[in-house]
Structures are given as structure tokens and as C-alpha cells.
């Protein structure tokens, strides 16, 4: 199985990634660690992504998804996946994934991100984040405000991982 934990930045997805990981004995993969150089100097310099530069970093991300399943391993992957076509896209075909949607609210994450150091993504970009992001519907869906370890428990019960 392979969990993708999605969101808008400063959601936790790391956070609760790396917990979890730790938790179930899984390796964890950070979405951003996928993203091209040019991305990470976009959204450094806040200039917001568009569909265009997203593609590439999805691609990758997905293709990770299918090597994973292929090999029969379990992991968790933090991705924003904030629209709809973006899930579908790295879901196609492939039954074993899961996603989680990590939930917050506008001036929860603004807090958050205001407190971030050695981060490349921009706090200026929330707005733009925001405005991508599509709820996802049928997805395990847990509200951010909880502290990590809460989050984790939520999510190995709501698999029947506990």
C-alpha cells in the first residue's frame, strides 16, 4: 500500500509523514524532493506553479507510485495534489494507494507557514494554493489542527493499521 498524504503546503504532510514512516517501519518520500530545480526556484522567488510545471514533478512522483506497487512495497509519499486531475493522474491504474487529505484552514497554515526557516516554498503563495486547491470527496479526511501523533493514529486507525 502506498499512502499519499496531500494537502496545501504547511498542512503537516511532512510532519506527519515522517511520524508515520516511523510508526508502520515504511520509507517516506517528500513530494518536493521531486520537483525540478526550476520549480523549487519559482516558488522560492513566490511565483506561484502552474499546470505546466506541475506536470513533470507529477509524472515523477507517479512513476515512484508504480515502481513501489511493482515491488509489492509500502510507503508514504507527501504530495499537495491539490487538484482533482492531479490525483487522477497519479492514481490511474494503480489500486493500491490510498490518500489522505490533511485539512487546515487559511489562518491555520498562514501561522504555520510564518514560522517556517530553510523552507523554499514562499509563504506568499498560500493564496495561490488556496485557490488550486479542489477538496478532494470519498478520501480519508483529517483535520490538520490535531498535533502530529494524533494525525498518525488517526490515520493507522481509519486503515485498520493500528
Not at 518520500?29 to 505546466?52: C, W, Y
Not at 515523477?60 to 506497487?69: D, F, S
Not at 490533511?102 to 516554498?121: T, V
Not at 501523533?149 to 493507522?156: G, H, L, N, T
Request: proline share 3%; aromatic share 6%; with cysteine.
Amino acid at each position: 500500500m502506498v499512502i499519499i498524504l496531500m494537502g496545501v503546503s504547511g498542512v503537516g504532510k511532512t510532519t506527519v509523514g515522517q511520524l508515520l514512516a516511523q510508526d508502520l517501519g515504511w520509507p517516506f518520500f517528500e513530494g518536493d524532493d521531486f520537483h525540478p530545480r526550476s520549480n523549487v526556484v519559482k516558488m522560492a522567488q513566490g511565483i506561484a506553479l502552474t499546470d505546466e510545471d506541475r506536470w513533470p514533478w507529477l509524472d515523477r512522483i507517479r512513476e515512484r507510485i508504480g515502481t513501489l506497487v511493482a515491488s509489492g512495497q509500502n510507503a508514504i509519499i507527501a504530495c499537495s495534489a491539490l487538484r482533482q486531475t492531479y490525483r487522477e493522474h497519479l492514481l490511474e491504474g494503480i489500486r493500491e494507494t490510498v490518500l489522505v487529505y490533511l485539512k487546515g484552514n487559511y489562518s491555520l497554515i498562514s501561522s504555520r507557514l510564518a514560522q517556517r526557516q530553510d523552507h523554499f516554498m514562499n509563504a506568499d503563495l498560500l493564496d495561490s494554493q488556496f485557490r488550486t486547491l479542489e477538496e478532494p470527496e470519498g478520501v480519508i479526511t483529517i483535520e490538520a489542527v490535531l498535533e502530529p501523533q494524533e494525525i498518525v493514529d488517526a490515520v493507522k486507525q481509519a486503515l485498520s493499521l493500528a
